[in-house]
Structures are given as structure tokens and as C-alpha cells.
């Protein structure tokens, strides 16, 4: 056989199967089992910390849908206050503005009757004075005095 693998098979092949077997047997109890057991509970609390997970994020989407929801409404109720707080502004100030216009017209009127008056006053006056000087012209004119 030229270029084959010659294995001989001794007694060293059984002693050596014997010692892996009987490995096996004592370490598959003391080691293997528990790491297995090990990776499996790790395994475990790993999708159960998923799964919480998923769970949060679910429940946080929907709390954050609600808000937004309350954030709307509260949105519209303050628009709507602020267009009713326009619109009672807006009805105060043309209230304020009716009343100050009758209040400066009543103040011009005033004003004009008390001119009207004053005229009046003054054109009484100045009647009686032109009187008193023509008068005084005519009596000075005459050289007498004149009724």
C-alpha cells in the first residue's frame, strides 16, 4: 500500500474509548448539564427581557398617541378660548369706542352751546356798547344830549 494510512488497533484504542466514555458519564452531570442549564436560563431571561421590552415600547407609543390626543383637544379649546376672548375684546373695544364718541360729542355740543352763548354775550354787549357810542358821538356831534 504505498501512500495509505496503516492505523493499528491495539489495546490502547479500547483504553482510550473507555476513558472517554467514562468522561463523558462523570462530566456530562458535572459540567456539561449545568452550563447547558446555564445558557438556557440565559436564553430565557434574554426573550423575557425582549419580550418586556416590546411591551414597554408598546404601552410608551400608545401614552405618547393619548398625549398628543390631549395636546390636540387642549389645542382646540385654546383656540377656541382665544377667538372668544377676540370677540368680546373686539365687542368691549366698539362698547368703549360708542361711548367715547357720545361722550366727545355731548362735549362738543357743550362746547358750542357755551360758544353760542358767549357770542350771544358779546353781541348783547357790543349792541349796548355801539349804542352808549353812538350816543356819545352823536351828542358830541350835536353838542348836546341825546335820549
Not at 19 to 38: C, E, S, T
Amino acid at each position: 500500500m504505498a501512500g495509505g494510512v496503516s492505523i493499528d488497533i491495539d489495546k490502547t484504542v479500547i483504553v482510550q474509548a473507555v476513558i472517554f466514555a467514562l468522561l463523558v458519564v462523570i462530566l456530562k452531570p458535572l459540567l456539561f448539564d449545568p452550563v447547558l442549564k446555564v445558557f438556557e436560563e440565559r436564553e430565557k431571561r434574554t426573550e423575557g427581557a425582549r419580550a418586556e421590552a416590546r411591551a414597554m415600547q408598546e404601552k410608551a407609543g400608545a401614552l405618547l398617541r393619548q398625549y398628543e390626543k390631549q395636546l390636540e383637544k387642549v389645542n382646540q379649546v385654546a383656540t377656541q378660548e382665544r377667538e372668544h376672548l377676540r370677540t368680546e375684546t373686539a365687542k368691549l373695544e366698539g362698547e368703549i369706542l360708542g361711548e367715547a364718541r357720545e361722550v366727545a360729542q355731548k362735549v362738543v355740543e357743550d362746547g358750542r352751546g357755551k360758544i353760542r352763548g358767549e357770542v350771544s354775550k358779546i353781541r348783547f354787549d357790543l349792541g349796548r356798547q355801539s349804542e352808549q357810542l353812538a350816543r356819545d358821538i352823536a351828542e358830541r356831534v350835536l353838542g348836546r344830549e341825546v335820549r
